[in-house]
T-cell receptor
Framework: GQQVMQIPQYQHVQEGEDFTTYCNSS?????IQWYKQRPGGHPVFLIQ?????EVKKQKRLTFQFGEAKKNSSLHITATQTTDVGTYFC????????????FGQGTTLQVKP | GAVVSQHPSRVICKSGTSVKIECRSL??????MFWYRQFPKKSLMLMAT?????????EQGVEKDKFLINHASLTLSTLTVTSAHPEDSSFYIC?????????????FGPGTRLTVT
């Protein structure tokens, strides 16, 4: 079935350093969504990218959708301890039901 | 933003008993809800898609007779884990999307931690 690969699985950074997580698919995606799950919490929607080559920013977070719509990235500039959590990318499955296929997630730890 | 509630947040049950988990969309209508299972430090595994007024669609490998899903209204879906066993212990999360917006974001409930002893 359709899969979305996400790397790295874990990332430990010093506060103030940058962080990037990457998502890749073997098939062209209609769109890609990003979610954040804090420790002990549930996933919270961050953003959706739809257009080829699209770049969106939310404060220190920059989201990119590849030109071929097969990959995406989330970059955090100057991480803070509040950025701790697991970041998931998710793509809609090919079945047209609206269900999401989640990447494995990248867990970010930030050392103060 | 849209809010999804889930009840109970934690439940401990004995092996062989059944447990019902409720998922409610509080301020919007959801013709479709999704049930996920999440193991510690793992991703979300979609179990089934719950459709209001019709049968749920289960993902491959998910036993529909063990995980009963009912979506009786536009704001409520339930997941019943029947004859629970310790291997069913997990974090179950539901999500919902607004009716008529197939490719919109999903709003997640806070999850239910199930422990089967």
């Amino acid at each position: 079935g359709q899969q979305v690969m996400q790397i790295p699985q874990y990332q430990h950074v010093q506060e103030g350093e940058d962080f990037t997580t990457y998502c890749n698919s073997s098939t062209t995606l209609s769109n890609i969504q990003w979610y954040k799950q804090r420790p002990g919490g549930h996933p919270v929607f961050l953003i959706q990218l739809v257009k080829s080559g699209e770049v969106k920013k939310q404060k220190r977070l920059t989201f990119q959708f590849g030109e071929a719509k097969k990959n995406s990235s989330l970059h955090i500039t100057a991480t803070q301890t509040t950025d701790v959590g697991t970041y998931f990318c998710a793509a809609h499955g090919s079945s047209n039901t609206g269900k999401l296929i989640f990447g494995q997630g990248t867990t970010l730890q930030v050392k103060p | 933003g849209a809010v999804v509630s889930q009840h109970p947040s934690r439940v401990i049950c004995k092996s062989g008993t059944s447990v019902k988990i409720e998922c409610r969309s509080l301020d919007f209508q959801a013709t479709t809800m999704f049930w996920y299972r999440q193991f510690p430090k793992k991703s979300l595994m979609l179990m089934a898609t719950s459709n209001e007024g019709s049968k749920a669609t289960y993902e491959q490998g998910v036993e529909k007779d063990k995980f009963l899903i009912n979506h009786a209204s536009l704001t409520l879906s339930t997941l019943t884990v029947t004859s629970a066993h310790p291997e069913d212990s997990s974090f179950y999360i539901c999500s919902a999307r607004e009716a008529g917006r197939r490719y919109s974001e999903q709003y997640f409930g806070p999850g239910t931690r199930l422990t089967v002893t």
